[in-house]
């Protein structure tokens, strides 16, 4: 559930009004911090007692029990004090000094948006949670969501290539060094995309403020030969040029780079994930020795708990162990094969890709693997996202041999068929997929079977057999095949001949047109290969 | 030193923008094999600069004289200019890499951009911006070349805060740099506000076409669609492609053209490319040969129509390319199409049209079945006919044997010919309809296989 009353008030990138409007029901007290976040919050159902004007551990308590229960239905939100149900959180007294200091009107930021805070927030607080660290931060020296947010978007600039797909982060920061005043882009959708980071600090600064911004001081110099048109126009241009040369280069590295990779020495099993702001530090990583360990545990966890979001987010950081050591071996291969084999199962598309890139250059690098597997996947996920040009480059990349293995060459007549529209074909591999393909398939397998139905209904006069649907386009009874026709209002095109159940195509006409139109359309890409 | 701003000073006489590029040209000319190092030799780096600013001064006092400012502006650039020649000279001695190369070129790109932000230069100069940039390109993609055989991890300190490593960032680094020079000069033609006979908007189709093949190169070549959203934005500013050189023009349309191929819009493509295919020099073969590698697959979708032999006569490349798939076609040989398409594989990725090439093989069938009609003659004259019609209720048995044939004696079940012929029908290749409890195809009375003449 949406935080509906943040959204409807504040959606992102706007700033809120000071004074805060009359919606705010009460007004802004110093002895008593308003407790606005309960209101954000979808799935609390019965409405707060209105606090009283003194100070309210409980109202309080309420709100930060709220503020940090995740978003999700998969995870109960954690219960409220007040509201016995499920495991009960005590909420540190320094938590709740926390959550109110966010929500000080004195540490409001105009670039960062309620609905961003209250989330940055909860994340926050809820990872410490998971963490079992609520007691072992120190919430008073921990930076506010605010600066927290504005990090991130320093972080995403500069990791922008991996910055769509990194859904799952959660990061905890423990250190306060970060400037907070280091405005960067915006990488949420609002109205000032357009305009270069810097102008946004402020939004309401003139126009004359980003003209003497330029450090060019010669744009006041006068040429003899141009006109002063000439020159508005020179000046426009150089103006243009400092930004454009400083919006194209990325903000320099806050550390200068070290002479090498670190070896880590830490000796912990398990690490949670967070996004490195600074070089690492030896002791917070762990070595290739330690990591093998790590693998047996979560293989064995996984299989015993199957908790999606703990095991992804051990991976994440075993990834990132990986990484900052340079270690590019085998065992980092089957580190991102089994990562991305748990987040495909999962339908976690954004971090399977991720490993699919990694996978498909450690393949190059000669490691030992399993390339055939993941190459199959690697076309059925182009397939399925209608990546032609990503297509082409895999196929350029296959070798003669590749082209034979069984998976590979599974999803290259699954390519095939489906360019030629041969959907008989497909679906007889559809049920043969080698394996975890299945779970790629099943992603433009609706979409297919539009398709055909598209042409059956065209080329089939005045009718078939349901059955011959359940049977061409892969079903797994009758039932299945008369509903997916029902779910997209063909009802009326189902028969009951006693015998048999007829399937009107002649009476179909455009019917499943616009469906197949809008399924071809839309393939969300998340973490692009 | 002193011939190069003889060069100099003629082309300002003459207001010769290229004449000047030539000047900058960082390659030895064919009359004088030792230019650059004749350059390099001539000046010293502690005084390349005031050198420079006398060889201009000497050279064009009885001439047009220059403004202060844009002489500054010249010495920086060819103060830049006379280092990397330094660089192209150090590689070719062994003893540079051509990244320094790079970079020091970029250093006169950036010193030429500022000669037209600050130091006024005028728009009969932009030749010398079509040679920076055509060699910034080119030096990036031999740097590249150069870093990825010199294995191992040279990125900086950036990666070690990754979560991953970036494996495609590090491989074209440079060229991905150099866009960014070039979409400078992009804007510094762009925006451009001079009245449009003194504009450098001149420039603007030289670089768009750079940048094209830059994209093309990185792969992304999506991201021209960007340049001509931007383009097309300022469309009303912008003289009439129909005003700028041939040479251009033909580039240009012929990358919009391939754009639309790659992105399956081939009625768009087609018309493109044809227009690119016109405006082509009848003796520029190796151009012609490009425009024919997606004007071919194009038309072969959008009218079915394959090349002629003669058409192919002065390409032996194409012909080797399409010919044997063309004749396939022609006679319906499913199996020998697919034969055809399986060699020539490697040759088609690479050159992007494999995806478009296979969809060949529903004309291919068009005409197997084609056939099969053909094949079956007349119905007997009912009675008031003159003129004999064709029998039009064909069993899918008969489809299916020829199919079966054309497969080279492969069986194919009826399920799967009966989903083959619904295709026909679906895209309109094939008028009528499928009987299924009958197990016959009806097919339309009038032009049961439309544009084939039945």
């Known amino acids: ?529 | 030193m002193n011939d190069l701003f003889k060069g100099f000073a003629k082309a300002h006489a003459e207001q010769n923008g290229y004449l000047l590029a030539a000047t900058l040209s960082p390659i030895a000319s064919s009359g004088n094999p030792q230019r650059l190092r004749l350059i390099w030799k001539s000046s010293h780096s502690s005084s390349v600069k005031g050198d420079i600013k006398h060889f201009i001064k000497s050279n064009s006092s009885h001439q047009r004289s220059l403004d202060h400012e844009e002489v500054k502006g010249w010495v920086e650039v060819y103060a830049a200019y006379w280092n990397a020649i330094g660089d192209v000279v150090a590689v070719e001695d062994g003893k540079s890499t051509w990244t320094k190369v790079y970079e020091s070129w970029k250093d006169v790109t950036s010193a030429l951009i500022r000669g037209y932000n600050n130091f006024g230069f005028e728009a009969w100069t932009i030749p010398c911006l079509y040679v920076i940039g055509k060699y910034l390109r080119l030096f990036a993609i031999r740097s590249d070349t150069e870093r990825s055989r010199s294995a191992g991890d040279n990125s900086g300190g950036a990666a070690l805060i990754q979560d991953d490593f970036d494996p495609e960032t590090e491989k074209q680094s440079q060229l991905r740099d150099c866009e960014q020079h070039l979409k400078r000069i992009f804007t510094l033609c762009l925006n451009d506000r001079a009245p449009l006979e003194e504009s450098r908007k001149w420039g603007i189709y030289f670089i768009i076409n750079l940048l094209f093949k830059t994209y093309f190169k990185l792969n992304s070549a999506s991201l021209s669609r960007t340049i001509l959203k931007t383009l097309s934005a300022y469309r009303g500013d912008m003289p009439a492609l129909s005003a700028f050189p041939k040479s251009q023009r033909v580039t240009f349309k012929f990358y919009e053209g391939v754009l639309f191929f790659l992105e399956e819009n081939y009625i768009e493509a087609e018309k493109y490319l044809v227009e690119a295919w016109e405006l082509c020099h009848k003796d520029a073969n190796a151009n012609l040969e490009r425009i024919l590698t997606y004007l071919i697959p194009c038309r072969l979708l959008t009218t079915h129509v394959l090349p002629t032999k003669a058409l192919l006569e002065p390409f032996p490349r194409l012909q080797k390319l399409f010919l044997p798939l063309a004749q396939c076609i022609r006679k319906g040989d499913l199996r020998a199409f697919d034969i055809a398409l399986q060699e020539g594989e490697d040759e088609f990725v690479k050159r992007r049209i494999y995806l478009t090439l296979e969809r060949g093989r529903d004309i291919a069938l068009r005409n197997l079945l084609r056939k099969v009609f053909i094949a079956g003659g007349f119905d007997e004259l009912k009675e008031g006919e003159t003129t004999p019609v064709r029998r039009t209720r064909v069993p899918v048995a008969e489809f299916r044997a020829a199919i079966c044939m054309g497969s080279g004696g492969e069986l194919v079940d009826t399920d799967e010919v009966e989903c083959l012929l619904a295709n026909m029908i679906y895209k309109d290749l094939m008028k009528g309809y499928i009987a299924r409890e009958r197990g016959i195809v009806v097919l339309s009375k009038k032009g049961a296989f439309p544009g084939t003449g039945v």
């Open chain 1, 1 to 529: 559930m949406m935080p509906s009353w943040s959204s409807a008030q504040h959606p992102p990138g706007v700033v809120p009004q000071h004074p805060p409007p009359a919606s705010y029901a009460y007004p802004p007290n110093p002895a008593f911090i308003p407790v606005q976040v309960r209101q954000g919050f979808g799935p609390y159902t019965t409405p707060p007692p209105p606090p009283p004007p003194a100070y309210n551990p409980y109202a309080s308590n309420a709100a930060q029990a709220q503020a940090s229960a995740p978003g999700t239905a998969t995870s109960a939100p954690p219960a409220p004090v007040e509201q016995p149900k499920g495991s009960k959180t005590e909420w540190p007294e320094s938590v709740r000094r926390y959550v109110q200091r966010s929500f000080h009107p004195e540490n409001d930021d105009a670039s960062v948006s309620r609905a961003e805070l209250e989330a940055k927030l909860k994340d926050t607080i809820g990872s410490a949670k998971e963490n079992n660290s609520l007691y072992t931060i120190d919430w008073d020296s921990m930076p506010l969501p605010q600066a927290l947010v504005r990090a991130d978007r320093e972080a995403q600039l500069k990791l922008h290539h991996h910055a769509a797909s990194l859904s799952l982060t959660t990061p905890v920061y423990t250190d306060d060094t970060f400037n907070p005043r280091k405005r960067k882009s915006n990488d949420f959708a609002n109205n000032d995309t357009s305009m270069p980071p810097w102008h946004s600090t402020n939004s309401g600064r003139s126009l004359e403020d980003r003209i003497s911004y330029s450090p060019d001081k010669r744009a006041a110099l006068d040429d003899p030969k141009s006109s002063k048109f000439q020159k508005e126009a020179n000046k426009r241009k150089r103006r243009f040029e400092n930004e454009y040369k400083a919006a194209n280069i990325s903000s320099p590295s806050p550390t200068p780079p070290t002479s090498g990779p670190i070896v880590g020495t830490s000796e912990v099993l398990e690490k949670k994930y967070l996004r490195l702001t600074a070089p690492p530090v030896a002791s917070n990583v762990r070595p290739e020795r330690v990591l093998r360990q790590t693998l047996d545990l979560l293989k064995k966890k996984w299989r015993k708990e199957s908790n999606y979001s703990y095991i992804c987010d051990q991976f994440k950081s075993m990834r990132q162990d990986l990484t900052v050591q340079r270690i590019k071996n085998e065992f980092t291969v089957s580190v991102y094969e089994i990562h991305a084999r748990i987040a495909l199962e999962k339908g976690d598309i954004g971090e399977y890709n991720q490993c699919q890139t990694q996978l498909r250059s450690l393949y190059a690098m000669g490691l030992k693997g399993n390339p055939i597997e993941f190459k199959a996947y690697r076309i059925l996920y182009f397939i399925h996202t209608a990546n032609r040009t990503g297509l082409n480059d895999t196929l350029a990349d296959l070798t003669a041999a590749e082209k034979e293995e069984k998976p590979i060459k599974h999803a290259l007549d699954v390519r095939s068929t489906l360019a030629l529209g041969n959907y008989h074909k497909f679906f007889q591999l559809y049920l043969d997929t080698p394996n975890m393909g299945a779970y790629l398939m099943d992603m433009f397998v609706t979409r297919e079977r539009l398709a055909a139905l598209c042409n059956i209904c065209k080329g089939y006069k005045p009718d078939v057999k349901l059955r011959f649907i359940t049977e061409e386009l892969g079903f797994e009874s009758d039932a299945d095949a008369a509903q997916f026709i029902i779910d997209y209002q063909g009802q009326h095109l189902l028969e009951d001949r006693t015998e048999y159940i007829a399937f009107l195509t002649g009476k179909a006409g455009g019917l499943f047109e616009s469906a197949r139109a809008s399924a071809f359309k839309k393939v969300d890409i998340k973490g692009q290969i």
